[in-house]
């Protein structure tokens, strides 16, 4: 089974992490971006933003982005960015505008 890398920085972090199925965790990274509170259950991520976001790691069995991209719905875009650690990685970043929302200042969605 192919295993590709993934940066988690919000739900899969925490409560969703069960979705994940047996994941390796390979370390806390950074990506370049901002995150802001979607709602009070999870946030968006922005790719590119001045700042940084930190998550995790993980490097999970590729069959597994069916049902992620699925949990994750049409607010979000699988794509690969390059972390801090300089492993590209799969993130889901957030494709709506974020006007509205308030960004969480140090870019950690569990230190909110």
Do not use: H
Request: aromatic content about 16%; some cysteine.
């Amino acid at each position: 089974m192919e295993k590709e890398y993934l940066f988690v920085y919000g739900q899969f972090r925490d409560s969703s992490k069960n979705l994940l199925d047996n994941p390796t965790y390979c370390g806390r990274a950074t990506v370049d971006g901002k995150i802001y509170r979607v709602n009070d259950f999870y946030p968006g991520l922005i790719s590119g933003a001045d700042g940084k976001v930190l998550g995790d790691v993980y490097l999970v069995n590729s069959s597994n982005f069916e049902e992620l991209d699925e949990f994750e719905g049409d607010e979000y875009i699988r794509t690969k960015l390059r972390t801090s650690t300089d492993v590209y990685c799969w993130v889901y970043v957030y494709k709506y505008d974020i006007s509205e929302f308030t960004e969480i200042k140090g870019g950690d969605w569990l230190l909110r």
